[in-house]
Every structure is written in C-alpha cells, then in structure tokens.
C-alpha cells in the first residue's frame, strides 16, 4: 500500500511539473550591420576581387546579404587607382586583369553609405619553390603511415620574419579537411616544409636509412595529379588566420577559450581582411 501511495505521489508531481513548463521568448537586440571583406590580391595575373556582404542577426540567418552600392578602389604606393566595378554576389572586379609588383604596396578603400573602410598591404618577396615531387612510404615512421606523400624543395628568404600559407590541391581539388590550414612562419626553417637541407638533384636517396623530406600531411593515390600553392603572407594575415582557426576548434566545451572575432586589417569598423600575397605553386603526377 505504502508504494502505491508513493508511486500516485511521484505521478502527480510529475504531471504538475510537466503543467508548469512555459515558453520563454527571449528579446534578442539586434545591432546594425556590419560590412565584411574578403579580398585577396596577389602577383598573379588575373582580375582583383574584393567581396562585399553584411552581418545579419544571430536568429535570422535566411541568406547572405550582399553589398551592392559601394565604391571600391585599390590605390598602389606609385598612385595608380583601378575602381572596381560590381559584378554580381558582392562581388567587384577589376577591368582588366592585373597582377602585384613584389616589394609595393597596396590600399583598399571601401565607401559605403556613409562610412569609409580603409586597409593597407605589401606584396613581399619570396624564394620560388624549386620542385615539388612525390614518394611512397612503405613502412609507418612515427605519425606517418604508409602511403603516396608530397614535398616541396624551396629556399626560404632571409632575414627572419616571414610567413607562410600552403594550399595543396588534388586533382584540381582543394584539400580543406580536418588539418585546417597549413602555415608557418620562418622560426624554423630548417625543419619546415621548406626541406631546405635535402639535395635537388636526389631528394629521395637517403629514405633506405629512414632519412626523408618533410611531406605535406595528406596521403595521395598513385596518379594523383597534386599541385602546390606556396604564398607569402603578412603577419598580419598570419595572426588572423591562427585566431580563426582557433575560433574553429571549439566544441562547446567548458574549455573552450572565449569567442572573439578575429583581428582585421580593416580600419572604420568593417569585420574581414584584404591580403595581398606572393605565390609559388609547382605540380607533379604521383609515382613511385
């Protein structure tokens, strides 16, 4: 008798509390929107993009909202303006294709309503990759398994204080898994994916010792056509993508570090980064 009297009670103040419950609206203020940029510009020939879209409210996210009624210009350190013409999806092109100079700089400026958003960048020098050239791994060294890797032979210009992105595509494709981006600065060079120490003429003749470039961390298959992007990076672009990437690896986590946007180069209040880069890329076929 005593348990059904307690189970009756349990009952009842289960349903009671299931009769409290009450949708709570949460009054959410929205903040105006702000311009964000995406451009990159470099010392390849073809024409310079800068896109242009505004932030929407945290619950109302329906779709990408494009900025179309700007006046974008690019000014170099000798004077010469391009104005951009818009094209479609935020986007503002140049007339013609051009291509960076290394050693000037570049300005981005932005007019919008109002508002004027400015952003400053140089094209710096770097050494061009020598080769790029594959091997197969037959037995596990450490955290590499056994596979078809990729490598790079490439000088790296001195003094100290240069920075680094790689992108690698297979196949015509873009490799974007799980490793993030690849970058680096020139602290250490010699263990970098520079491979700075290994003979161009014989890369390969020391891996029956163990001994082996450093490979870009992706396992290809034979025939693979894989192309190397090398591109020197301003500091500045470096610390914004080492704080984007850290804002990508939170997982909800009590551990998390605090969300925070990433450190612009845009100056007025705009969200995004105009980077001018140098790029080296080589290709190779996959073989043993």
């Known amino acids: 008798m005593k348990n059904t009297l307690y189970n009756l009670a349990v009952l009842a103040l289960t349903v009671g509390l299931g009769a409290c419950e009450k949708v709570v609206q949460l009054d959410v203020p929205e903040a105006d929107p702000i311009v964000v940029v995406e451009s990159q510009i470099s010392n390849e020939t073809e024409k310079w993009l800068v896109n242009l879209t505004l932030t929407q409210p945290y619950f109302d996210q329906s779709g990408i909202v494009f900025v179309d009624d700007a006046i974008v210009t ?43 958003y400015t952003s400053t960048e140089k094209c710096f020098y770097q050494d061009t990759i020598d080769l790029v050239e594959s091997y197969y791994l037959p037995e596990r060294n450490g955290f590499i398994p056994v596979g078809y890797y990729v490598f790079e032979k490439a000088n790296e210009y001195e003094p100290d204080g240069d920075f680094y992105l790689w992108n690698i595509y297979q196949n015509g494709n873009i490799l974007t898994d799980s490793i993030g981006y690849l970058i680096d600065s020139d602290e250490f060079r010699e263990t970098g994916f520079f491979n700075i120490s290994i003979d161009p003429d014989d890369p390969l003749k020391d891996i029956d010792r163990g001994v082996f470039p450093r490979p870009f961390p992706w396992n290809f298959e034979k025939g693979d056509s894989v192309t190397v992007e090398q591109m020197r990076i301003s500091e500045d672009y470096y610390n914004f993508i080492s704080e984007f990437s850290t804002q990508q690896q939170r997982s909800g986590t009590p551990f998390d570090p605090p969300p925070f946007n990433p450190t612009s180069n845009i100056s007025g209040g705009a969200y995004g980064f105009f980077r001018v880069v140098n790029v080296s890329s080589k290709s190779v076929i996959v073989t043993e």
């Open 74 to 116: 690019i000014e170099d350190n000798n004077n010469s303006i391009d104005t951009l013409v818009y094209d479609a999806d935020g986007n503002y092109l140049s007339k013609v294709e051009k291509a960076c100079v290394i050693g000037d700089v570049y300005t981005l400026k932005i007019e919008h309503g109002s508002k004027t």
